[in-house]
Every structure is written in C-alpha cells, then in structure tokens.
C-alpha cells in the first residue's frame, strides 16, 4: 500500500467515524427517544405475567426500572410505605428516577408518571394497562440520558393505581395520592411546572382523550407539539373524565394531565365503559403497537422540550 492510499484510506476512516458520532448525539430530546425501544420494553414486562402487588412479576419489574435507570446515570429515590386497602396491609413502592439535577433550589420540576402495578386479576398481564406506561417512560430514560434539559426530569413508576374493589374513597390511587401528598409537605409544589401522567398509551388504535380534569392549558402544549410533528389526529378527537393518578397531583395544586386512550378496542353496550379490551385478560400484545408508543413518546418529549425553552 503506497502513503497515498494510506492517507485516503485514513481520511474514510474520520469521515466514517465523524458520521457515526453525529448519530450518536441526536440535535432534540424527542428525536433520541425510540417507539422502537418502548414496544421492545413493552414486550418484556407484559412477559414478565401478572404485576400486581407481591407477585413476582411486580418484583421483575422493579428491578428493570431500576437497572434502566442506573445505566441512565438517572438519580434513584424511592417512595415506600404500607398502605391499608381492602386486602388488608399492602407494601406499596413508587420508584422515582431523575435526570438534569442542579443545585439550584428553585429549577423547575417537571414529572413524566405512569402506573407500573396491574390489576389483582388472575391471567391479567395488561400489555396497555400497565406494561405500556411502565415501558415508556424506560425509553425516557433512555432518551434523557442523551439529551440534556434545563429543567430537572422526574420519571415516576406509581405504585398502586388500580382499585382492589374499584375507585372508591381510596381504593386505588394509592401510590401517587401518597407522593403528592409527600412533596406537597416538602414545599415542592410550586416548582412542579406539569404532571404529565400516560396510562394505556400502547393501544394500535391510538386515540389520546381530552381529559376533563386535566389542566387545558398543559392540553394545549401537547397539541402544539402533536401539531408540529404531524400527529394531531391522534389526540384529543373526544372528550371524557377518568380516575387516574393525575388526581392525586391536582388536588395538591400541580397543574397535570392524564395522556390517556380511553377507547380500548370496541365500545358500547355490553363493553367495558373504556373499551372491550379495559381490564379484560385480552389485553395483551397484539392489541400494541410501536407505532402507538413512537406517536406519545415523541409528542411528550417535545411538550417537554417546549416547556424548556
Ligand atoms: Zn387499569
């Protein structure tokens, strides 16, 4: 080999090398995100079975989150109690993991949740109900761990959501009611600009609902983001309330938003009031898609990064 192939052959090799480091640093938050990664992450809690509380399933997933978070470099806290429910004392674990933490005492706080707990349901392994939510803010964190925020990022795994007898007093919401609870007392409220809570997200037939609950004005930073990168009819075509974790951060003065499908498979007469699907041991993979899961991610992410400016 004479220098000058040497040198040629050199000079692609920088080349080369210079295009794999621009792929590795993506230019937004939304675009290091992967629909890809949380169908994948999808799969693999739904095939972990049942997570209701104690179960083993449960058990898996926790250990997940925090592997995920810990090769994040994210900061792990838990949030851990026992809690008296229908089935009498039950040991109930939010796990929290945040990223871009300074010591500013007043940067702001935004939280990006979903419920990791399914329902006490023999056969029930909740692919939507559950896995979906759980996976991903997973893919959050891979994608925080490559792009950074000026605000400080809380992923939040809520424990306890379902009701064991339903949503009664309080019967389910467990977990959250006692986090919001938590950070109210620690002053922490007035820093948390949004609770974003996604729940049911995964569904083929994507179709996020206007919560009546949630804050409007959270709603509007969603659908601008869904209005940018082309996503708009995906969100907001029908309106409805649901009780779901965003409660518990309303009632202590957070502004937050349930990013829900509350349409799961059929509806009607003789259906689930969400859906066929809702709670249903049919809740399961082939009714998830990575398509679903790339249209909220990305649209969060981009809330998020709208919010950050
Ligand atoms: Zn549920």
Same mark, same amino acid.
């Given at each position: 080999?004479?220098?000058?192939?040497?040198?040629?052959?050199?000079?692609?090799?920088?080349?080369?090398?210079?295009?794999?480091?621009?792929?590795?640093?993506?230019?937004?938050?939304?675009?290091?995100?992967?629909?890809?990664?949380?169908?994948?992450?999808? =799969?693999? @809690?739904?095939?972990?079975?049942?997570?209701?509380?104690?179960?083993?399933?449960?058990?898996?997933?926790? %250990?997940?989150?925090?592997?995920?978070?810990?090769?994040?470099?994210?900061?792990?806290?838990?949030?851990?109690?026992?809690?008296?429910?229908?089935?009498?004392?039950? =040991?109930?674990?939010?796990?929290?993991?945040?990223?871009?933490? /300074?010591?500013?005492?007043?940067?702001?706080?935004?939280?990006?949740?979903?419920?990791?707990? /399914?329902?006490?349901?023999?056969?029930?392994?909740?692919?939507?109900?559950?896995?979906?939510?759980?996976?991903?803010?997973?893919?959050?964190?891979?994608?925080?761990?490559?792009?950074?925020?000026?605000?400080?990022?809380?992923?939040?795994?809520?424990?306890?959501?379902?009701?064991?007898?339903?949503?009664?007093?309080?019967?389910?919401?467990?977990?959250?009611?006692?986090?919001?609870?938590?950070?109210?007392?620690?002053?922490?409220?007035?820093?948390?600009?949004?609770?974003?809570?996604?729940?049911?997200?995964?569904?083929?037939?994507?179709? @996020?609902?206007?919560?009546?609950?949630?804050?409007?004005?959270?709603?509007?930073?969603?659908?601008? =983001?869904?209005?940018?990168?082309?996503?708009?009819?995906?969100?907001?075509?029908?309106?409805?309330?649901?009780?779901?974790?965003?409660?518990?951060?309303?009632?202590?003065?957070?502004?937050?938003?349930?990013?829900?499908?509350? %349409?799961?498979?059929?509806?009607?007469?003789?259906?689930?009031?969400?859906?066929?699907?809702?709670?249903?041991?049919?809740?399961?993979?082939?009714?998830?898609?990575?398509?679903?899961?790339?249209?909220?991610?990305?649209?969060?992410?981009?809330?998020?990064?709208?919010?950050?400016?």
């Amino acid at each position: 080999m004479s220098s000058f192939t040497r040198r040629a052959g050199c000079a692609v090799l920088c080349v080369l090398s210079c295009v794999a480091a621009l792929r590795a640093v993506p230019a937004s938050l939304h675009e290091s995100y992967s629909g890809q990664a949380a169908y994948n992450y999808t =799969a693999q @809690v739904a095939g972990f079975g049942e997570r209701f509380p104690g179960s083993p399933g449960y058990l898996k997933t926790q %250990e997940l989150i925090k592997q995920v978070l810990k090769k994040n470099g994210a900061v792990i806290e838990g949030d851990d109690f026992t809690a008296k429910t229908p089935k009498g004392e039950l =040991a109930v674990h939010n796990i929290i993991g945040k990223f871009n933490v /300074t010591p500013d005492p007043k940067q702001p706080i935004v939280i990006l949740a979903g419920h990791y707990d /399914t329902l006490f349901q023999p056969g029930f392994i909740g692919a939507n109900d559950g896995a979906s939510s759980t996976a991903i803010l997973l893919a959050f964190a891979d994608a925080l761990a490559q792009h950074k925020t000026k605000m400080q990022i809380w992923l939040v795994w809520t424990d306890l959501e379902e009701g064991i007898n339903g949503f009664e007093g309080d019967d389910g919401l467990v977990g959250s009611r006692h986090l919001a609870k938590k950070l109210q007392a620690a002053g922490l409220v007035p820093r948390i600009k949004g609770f974003f809570l996604l729940d049911m997200i995964g569904d083929k037939d994507l179709s @996020v609902a206007r919560e009546k609950g949630s804050t409007r004005a959270l709603q509007a930073i969603i659908a601008q =983001a869904a209005t940018q990168l082309g996503y708009s009819q995906y969100f907001f075509q029908y309106t409805t309330g649901i009780i779901d974790d965003h409660q518990s951060f309303l009632d202590v003065g957070v502004p937050s938003v349930d990013v829900v499908d509350a %349409e799961f498979g059929r509806m009607g007469q003789g259906f689930d009031g969400m859906g066929e699907f809702h709670h249903a041991n049919t809740d399961t993979m082939d009714k998830v898609s990575k398509q679903s899961l790339e249209i909220v991610g990305k649209t969060i992410l981009l809330t998020v990064e709208l919010m950050d400016k």
